[in-house]
C-alpha cells in the first residue's frame, strides 16, 4: 500500500464504497482499454455526406446561432472579404491577429491596404481579431480555435467582433473528428492548453430568458471559409 | 451552506404570496420547455443518445477510482495539481491558501454550484479577498444577497425592473439619467462594469461540467463567455469540481454533451464548450500561470454502490426543475438548500441528511415528467420514494401521516373488509356529490378541498367494476 497521502486516502474511500480492490485485472483491463480505443458512441447521422454537403450543413447550423459566414476563393482574397465585412458594419479598419502562418501569410497590405494590422494576444482596447480555425464542426455549426501563439485564447473572447478564417478542407462533420485531428497533430492523450468550441457569437438570457447578445465575449462572429 | 429545508412548508407559503416571484416564475415553463422539445425533434438520436449517456455514466461510477488516478496523473503531466478534499471546510481551506499563495486580493468567478456548496464567496471574504460573480444571473443575485433559485439560470425569480434597481443603487458611478429599461442596456452595463474585473482579479474560479480521465481535461460550457475570461486573464485558474464530473473520453464526453445543451437551454450546442489542460505553455502570450483542480467529494462517495448512485450521474441541466410542476409553483429558494426542484429533492438528503432534507422527497405529484426529461435517464421519483421509505423507517414521518398509513395497511392486508370499505366510500361520496358529481367539502380531507373540489366517485369501485364486466 502507498503511503497515506490526501490522495491515497480519497481513492480508498471510493473503493471502500465501491467495494472493489485497485489491483483487480478485470477492472483495470476495461479501463485500460476504453481510455486506449477511441471508440465513437453513437454518432448522429446529420453530417454524413460529402464535403458540399458538410460546408452547407456547417453554414446552416452557423447561421442560425447569428454566426455570419463568408466565401472567398483563395487566401488571397481574405484581407478585402475582412476589410469589406467591417466597412458594412461600420467597424474600425483595424485588427489583431496571432503568429498563425496562414494568417500571416495573407496579402494584408495588397488585399486591405487601409486596415491596421497588428500582431499578438488581444489587447483590452482591441475592437476587431481574426484566428485561423483548426476546424469547423457541421452538426452544430461549432468552431475549434487551439491555444498557443499562433492564435491567443484572448482573441477569441476580448474584442467585440471575432473573425475566424477557416480551410474549407477543415470543415469536418462531428465533434469525434475533431478529436482524431487533434491527436495526430498533438499526440494520443495530449491537448493543447486550451481547445475552444465556439457556436455563435456570446449571449445569455439572464434577463427574464430574453436573450442577448454580447454578454460578456464577442458581439459578432463571423467566419470566412477559403476554398473552392 | 445553511439549509432552510426543514422550514419547507413556511418556505413554500412565502413563496405563494411572493408576487414578484409568481411573475418572474409564470415566465419558466413556456420557454424551456418548448426550446427542449424542438431540440429534440431535430435530432432523431436523442433518445439513443441518453441511453448511451446514462450507460457512460455507469460505466464510469463502477470504475471511479481508476479513472480518477488517470485523470490525475493526466492533470500532473500537463503541468497542473491537484487538490483532494473530503470535506466543504478542507475544500475552503485549499482554496484560501491558494489565493493567500498568489497575493490575491480580487477573485473573478464562473458560474460554480459547488461553490456554492461550500460557500466559497464567504470564506474568501472573511480571507479580505474581494469574489466577483461574472456570470451574469450570479453577478445579479450576488447584489441582491441572494441564492441561485435554479442551477443553470440562477436569477430566473427577479425581475428585469428588479435588475434596473439592483444596478441603479451599486453602479452609483455611473449617470443617473441613464436609460436602463430594456435587457439589452442591462447587459451592456453589466458587460462594462465585469470588464474592468477581469483585468484586475489575480485568480479565476470556475466549475466544471466535465473532468475527461484520458487527456487530465477540464471542461466548462457556457454562453456568456465570462467563464473563459475567468479562466484566461488571471494570474492562476482554480477549478472546483465534484468526483462524479469525471468521463473516460473525448467520444464520450461528446455524446453527453450531445444531450446537455439540448435538455437545457434547447441549443445544439452551448455557445462556449471550453477544454482546458493544465496552465500557461512556453511561448504562450495568455493563459493562466498556474491550473488547480480541487477535486471535492462532500458526501458523494457514500452515494456510490447505494440505490442513490443514479443521482451521480446528473450533469446539472435543469430540465427537471423547468418540467417540475411544484418548481414552476414555488421556485427554487424554498426547497432551502443549493438544489432546487426534482434532482434537489433527490440529492439534498444524501448530502445534509433526511432528517433535515425529509420534506422535499415528499414535494412532489408524481408525475414522472423529470424522469421522462432527464437526459441522464435518472429515475428521479423512484428515488423520490426510497427517501419516503427510509423516512418511514427511521421514524421521521410525522405522527398523523404514520398512523393513516398504518389504518390504510391494515385494510389493505384485509381484501374483502378493504372492499367493504371502499364500496361503502364510494357510494356514499357518489351520494353526497349529487349530480353536480364534485364535493366541495369532505369529513377529515378539509385540507384538501380549501382549495379545490373533490371529484366525486363513479359510485363502484374499479375492482368491482372489473368483476362485474367479467374480466
Not at chain 1, 132 to 142: C, D, L, Q
Not at chain 2, 141 to 158: F, N, Y
Not at chain 2, 343 to 349: C, K
Not at chain 2, 375 to 387: D, G, K
Amino acid at each position: 500500500m502507498s503511503a497515506s497521502t490526501p490522495k491515497a486516502e480519497f481513492i480508498a474511500r471510493l473503493r471502500r464504497s465501491l467495494k472493489v480492490s485497485g489491483e483487480d485485472e478485470t477492472r483495470k483491463g476495461a479501463v485500460a482499454a476504453r481510455l486506449a480505443a477511441h471508440a465513437p458512441n453513437l454518432v448522429p447521422r446529420r453530417a454524413e455526406g460529402d464535403a458540399a454537403h458538410r460546408e452547407k450543413l456547417f453554414i446552416e447550423q452557423a447561421t442560425a446561432v447569428q454566426t455570419s459566414v463568408d466565401k472567398v476563393k483563395s487566401a488571397a482574397d481574405v484581407p478585402a472579404a475582412i476589410a469589406d465585412y467591417l466597412r458594412r458594419h461600420n467597424l474600425p479598419q483595424a485588427l489583431r491577429h496571432g503568429a498563425d502562418p496562414l494568417i500571416k501569410k495573407l496579402p494584408w497590405k495588397k488585399g486591405a491596404p487601409s486596415l491596421e494590422v497588428k500582431e499578438g494576444r488581444a489587447d483590452p482596447a482591441d475592437e476587431v481579431s481574426v484566428a485561423h480555425g483548426f476546424a469547423g464542426v457541421a452538426e452544430t455549426g461549432t468552431l475549434i480555435l487551439c491555444s498557443g501563439p499562433d492564435n491567443p485564447t484572448t482573441l477569441n473572447f476580448l474584442p467585440e467582433t471575432h473573425i475566424v478564417v477557416l480551410e474549407a478542407g477543415d470543415v469536418v462533420g462531428t465533434y469525434e473528428e475533431v478529436w482524431t485531428r487533434l491527436r495526430e497533430k498533438f499526440g494520443e492523450g495530449q491537448m493543447p492548453r486550451t481547445v475552444n468550441m465556439i457556436t455563435g457569437p456570446s449571449r445569455t438570457g439572464d434577463i427574464e430568458q430574453t436573450i442577448e447578445l454580447g454578454a460578456h465575449g464577442p458581439k459578432r462572429l463571423h467566419v470566412v471559409i477559403v476554398g473552392k | 451552506m445553511d439549509t432552510t429545508s426543514p422550514r419547507f412548508p413556511a418556505n413554500v407559503r412565502e413563496a405563494f404570496s411572493d408576487q414578484q416571484l409568481q411573475r418572474a416564475l409564470s415566465k419558466v415553463p413556456h420557454g424551456f420547455i418548448k426550446k427542449r422539445a424542438d431540440a429534440r425533434d431535430r435530432l432523431p438520436e436523442f433518445d439513443q443518445l441518453r441511453d448511451q449517456a446514462r450507460d457512460i455514466k455507469n460505466h464510469t461510477l463502477a470504475h471511479l477510482d481508476l479513472y480518477l488516478e488517470h485523470y490525475v496523473d493526466k492533470v500532473e503531466a500537463a503541468g497542473g495539481r491537484v487538490h483532494f478534499c473530503t470535506s466543504a471546510d478542507e475544500a475552503r481551506a485549499t482554496i484560501i491558501d491558494l489565493c493567500k499563495g498568489l497575493d490575491a486580493s480580487t477573485v473573478t468567478k464562473g458560474k460554480t454550484m459547488i461553490g456554492e456548496e461550500i460557500d466559497i464567496n464567504e470564506a474568501l471574504e472573511a480571507a479580505g479577498i474581494t469574489p466577483v460573480e461574472t456570470d451574469l444571473g450570479e453577478y445579479i443575485i450576488q447584489l441582491r444577497h441572494e441564492r441561485p433559485s435554479h442551477i443553470i439560470a440562477p436569477a430566473v425569480h427577479v425581475n428585469k425592473d428588479q435588475v434596473e434597481a439592483d444596478f441603479r443603487r451599486v453602479h452609483s458611478h455611473l449617470p443617473p439619467d441613464r436609460v436602463l429599461e430594456e435587457a439589452s442596456s442591462l447587459v451592456n452595463e453589466a458587460r462594462q462594469v465585469l470588464r474592468e474585473k477581469y483585468l484586475a482579479a489575480d485568480v479565476g474560479i470556475t466549475g466544471a461540467n466535465f473532468l475527461i480521465a484520458e487527456t487530465g481535461t477540464s471542461i466548462i460550457v457556457t454562453n456568456e463567455g465570462n467563464g473563459d475570461l475567468t479562466q484566461t486573464l488571471p494570474k492562476a485558474h482554480i477549478v472546483l469540481a465534484t468526483i462524479e464530473k469525471l468521463v473516460p473520453t473525448l467520444e464520450d464526453v461528446s455524446t453527453i454533451l450531445r444531450v446537455l445543451a439540448r435538455s437545457a437551454t434547447g441549443q445544439e450546442f452551448s455557445s462556449y464548450t471550453t477544454l482546458s489542460t493544465g496552465p500557461r505553455r512556453s511561448g504562450d502570450p495568455d493563459g493562466p500561470g498556474e491550473y488547480h483542480v480541487v477535486i471535492l467529494d462532500n458526501g458523494r462517495s457514500r452515494m456510490l454502490d447505494t440505490p442513490f448512485q443514479h443521482m451521480l450521474r446528473c450533469i446539472r441541466c435543469g430540465a427537471c426543475l423547468n418540467h417540475c410542476p411544484v418548481y414552476q409553483a414555488i421556485g427554487g429558494h424554498a426547497y432551502g438548500w443549493v438544489y432546487p426542484g426534482p434532482m434537489g429533492s433527490v440529492l439534498t438528503p444524501s448530502l445534509i441528511g433526511i432528517d433535515k432534507a425529509g420534506h422535499l422527497p415528499n414535494a412532489s405529484t408524481f408525475c414522472g415528467r423529470c424522469e421522462e426529461v432527464c437526459p441522464m435517464r435518472i429515475p428521479l421519483p423512484s428515488m423520490m420514494r426510497h427517501w419516503r421509505e427510509r423516512q418511514f423507517e427511521r421514524h421521521l414521518t410525522p405522527q398523523t401521516v404514520r398512523w393513516g398509513l398504518g389504518v390504510w395497511g391494515f385494510f389493505a392486508r384485509r381484501p374483502p373488509l378493504y372492499r367493504l370499505l371502499t364500496g361503502i366510500g364510494a357510494r356514499a361520496l357518489k351520494t353526497m356529490a349529487g349530480k353536480r358529481g364534485r364535493l366541495n367539502s369532505v369529513p377529515m380531507a378539509g385540507g384538501w378541498t380549501k382549495h379545490r373540489d373533490l371529484p366525486a366517485p363513479a359510485g363502484k369501485t374499479f375492482m368491482a367494476q372489473w368483476k362485474a364486466r367479467g374480466r
